[in-house]
């Protein structure tokens, strides 16, 4: 089959852009939970997050457009999955357990869920969430019509809205679906949802499946082209605009600097940059038209993957360029790598830098510069860093893709 050589460039720039938001967390979540010491901090938390937001959304609009309908049976679809997304988890979920925090009380509740010190693992359980119900939707994906599949993703973009509608409603019913002890506010009820009952109207047409189908909509139906480049770059911007705009205004709420408090004060801020509200999908959709319109398919290639972890678009002749040979396929293939293992990296290379620019006023770089160039140092040491490790890891004989995928 032939490979898509753009969506080697969009998974690269997803991956990077997974270490920006990593990056940019520190300047709004510390303290007791949420703290942004200066007006500078909350501007550049909100630009970097508005970028850079999108970059889950993008790894599954990746996999809806290359995976639905399936091209081999459910019981083939899960070994492969198994192979280049299970084994990998269980790898780096132990080493993260032995490493951060106690080995024995990680340990203990690795049967229930994730290392919350990892928390970044969260994604690849929602993504095997959405490989349980490929081979339901395969069928269907298969020989559904525009019109059909137009239906859907409207219902959907309703859902993107709920977070605004609960926002509005007002967010304090006394109505919680995260586990016990886990900080998220309460959430206004809409339409069937109870205290008693999370699943409500649109429960089901909601979510991150929702960006499977939008790759494979844009698989199907939407052409590629200058116009359809162009509408791109403007949703991306819009969706910029209102993620940026939405997240400051939040934060500059209370009228005064440092704003700190319980990390539940953050998660209402987030509210702004939801993974799957309707600003960050633009931003999604815009990047996705954006970087397809300008790529190319190679006709040399038989094999195409698109589970996780892009520059500029490639250019005509991009799959025989050294630079996609050389850089942009082996770090697209490394991947699912890069972002299981990344913030071992991460973490260090931001507290070092932070020891060494200070941050707000007493920053090394002025009250304005220090927080930019500490979110982009760290996030390109750490890409340029665990990108070349994932490489070199992967291509170790029999062992490499168990544990980098």
Same mark, same amino acid.
């Given at each position: 089959m032939n490979r898509e050589i753009w969506l080697d460039f969009l998974r690269v720039t997803a991956c990077f852009l997974v270490m920006v938001v990593h990056s940019t967390e520190p300047f709004y979540l510390g303290?007791?939970?949420?703290?942004?010491?200066?007006?500078?901090?909350?501007?550049?938390?909100?630009?970097?997050?508005?970028?850079? +937001?999108?970059?889950?959304?993008?790894?599954? /609009?990746?996999?809806?457009? &290359?995976? %639905? #309908?399936?091209?081999?049976?459910?019981?083939?679809?899960?070994?492969?999955?198994?192979?280049?997304?299970?084994?990998?988890?269980?790898?780096?979920?132990?080493?993260?357990?032995?490493?951060?925090?106690?080995?024995?009380?990680?340990?203990?509740?690795?049967?229930?869920?994730?290392?919350?010190?990892?928390?970044?693992?969260?994604?690849?359980?929602?993504?095997?969430?959405?490989?349980?119900?490929?081979?339901?939707?395969?069928?269907?994906?298969?020989?559904?019509?525009? +019109?059909?599949?137009?239906?859907?993703?409207? /219902?959907?973009?309703?859902? &993107?809205? %709920? #977070?605004?509608?609960?926002?509005?409603a007002g967010g304090a019913a006394p109505l919680i679906y995260a586990a016990d002890g886990l900080p998220a506010p309460a959430l206004f009820p809409l339409w069937g949802e109870a205290s008693w009952n999370p699943f409500g109207l649109l429960y089901y047409v909601s979510g991150f499946a929702g960006y499977m189908l939008l790759g494979l909509y844009i698989k199907r139906f939407v052409p590629s082209g200058r116009l359809v480049r162009s509408i791109g770059w403007t949703l991306f911007l819009l969706g910029f605009i209102w993620v940026c705009f939405g997240l400051l205004r939040r934060i500059c709420e209370s009228g005064y600097f440092p704003v700190e408090g319980p990390v539940a004060i953050a998660v209402g801020w987030e509210a702004a940059i939801a993974f799957c509200g309707l600003p960050v999908a633009l931003t999604a959709l815009g990047l996705t038209l954006a970087f397809r319109s300008g790529g190319r398919v190679s006709p040399s290639v038989t094999e195409k993957k698109a589970d996780v972890p892009s520059g500029d678009t490639p250019s005509p002749g991009a799959e025989g360029s050294r630079f996609y040979r050389w850089m942009i396929r082996p770090l697209s293939e490394a991947g699912y790598g890069m972002y299981l293992a990344h913030m071992l990296v991460l973490g260090m290379v931001s507290g070092w830098l932070r020891d060494w620019l200070g941050t707000g006023s007493d920053g090394l770089l002025g009250l304005t510069w220090t927080t930019p160039v500490q979110i982009l140092a760290t996030a390109l040491i750490s890409f340029v860093t665990v990108g070349l490790a994932a490489v070199l890891l992967r291509r170790i004989p029999k062992v490499g893709k168990w544990l980098m995928g």
């Open positions: 303290g007791e939970g949420s703290l942004v010491l200066t007006s500078a901090d909350a501007y550049w938390v909100s630009v970097f997050e508005g970028l850079a +937001r999108c970059c889950v959304p993008l790894f599954v /609009i990746a996999s809806g457009y &290359l995976q %639905l #309908p399936l091209r081999y049976s459910t019981g083939e679809f899960f070994r492969r999955r198994a192979v280049r997304i299970l084994i990998p988890l269980v790898f780096w979920t132990v080493v993260y357990a032995l490493v951060w925090g106690e080995p024995a009380a990680n340990f203990k509740g690795l049967l229930l869920n994730f290392n919350y010190a990892a928390g970044h693992l969260w994604f690849v359980y929602m993504l095997l969430g959405l490989y349980l119900i490929m081979p339901l939707l395969s069928p269907w994906a298969a020989k559904v019509s525009r +019109r059909e599949l137009s239906v859907y993703l409207g /219902i959907w973009a309703l859902t &993107l809205l %709920l #977070p605004f509608v609960r926002e509005a």
